[in-house]
Nanobody, 127 residues
Framework: QVQLRESGGGLVEVGGSLTLTCVTS????????AAWFRQAPGKEREFVGG????????QYADSVKGRFTISRDNAKSTVTLQMNSLTPDDTAIYYC????????????????????WGQGTQVTVSS
């Protein structure tokens, strides 16, 4: 019954911003870490950033550090990715995912640790 669903993708100009929202259901978001991944055409899926189950720490890929921010709202069961200063290299399908391990004490960037995924939302940054 665990479900995740992303929204907020679209077309944006270079230097612009977008906010992606992941709505979760079927479990207590307060007990599991979550992450955002992205995949561009012909490329491997890559870790974008994650947030610890407790919400008090985050981790980001070097390529987005300082530009993207992950947050969560336990009352709304949502995880948000705020994306600023976008470049064409950010063009990809973005996915949110939930860590399989309950209350993991660190943030993992390994995709194999995330067994529940959303359907993805397209982000396109114009050149």
């Amino acid at each position: 019954q665990v479900q995740l669903r992303e929204s907020g993708g679209g077309l944006v100009e270079v230097g612009g911003s977008l906010t992606l929202t992941c709505v979760t259901s079927g479990y207590s978001i307060a007990n599991y870490g979550a992450a955002w991944f992205r995949q561009a055409p012909g490329k491997e899926r890559e870790f974008v950033g994650g947030i610890k189950w407790s919400g008090d720490s985050t981790q980001y890929a070097d390529s987005v550090k300082g530009r993207f921010t992950i947050s969560r709202d336990n009352a709304k069961s949502t995880v948000t990715l705020q994306m600023n200063s976008l470049t064409p290299d950010d063009t990809a399908i973005y996915y949110c995912a939930r860590d399989h391990q309950r209350r993991r004490s660190w943030i993992t960037s390994e995709s194999a640790a995330y067994l529940y995924w959303g359907q993805g939302t397209q982000v396109t940054v114009s050149s």
